[in-house]
């Protein structure tokens, strides 16, 4: 899964990389953002290594484990990335493409 999620990072970052080209492809790159961001989680729910590691005394906290980390983070950035695009194309804040 981590690896899945790395390559839909990239295929993000291609997405990106062809809206800043054309900005007629505003509004079928955001429908396929929104497909990379249900395709990580899809790799969230199914993940099936091992999501935490050692339990740290001092601040009562379990870490993610590595594998993990990397998944939830594309997550959180991607579906941040998905939430500007949905700003740019309702015209509300057009900042993530200036």
Partial sequence: MTI????????AYGIYAAQRQAANL???GTIAQ??????????????????????NFETWVHNFSL????????????AL???LYVLNVTG???LIFN
């Fill in 34 to 55: 929104a497909v990379v961001v249900v395709g990580l989680i899809i790799c969230l729910v199914a993940f099936k290594g091992k999501r935490f590691g050692w339990f």
């Fill in 92 to 94: 509300r804040n057009g």
């Fill in 67 to 78: 594998r993990y980390a990397i998944v939830v983070l594309s997550f959180i950035l991607n």
């Fill in 81 to 83: 990335l998905l939430f």
């Fill in 26 to 28: 505003y509004m079928p």
């Fill in 4 to 11: 899945l999620a790395l390559v839909l990072d990239v295929l």
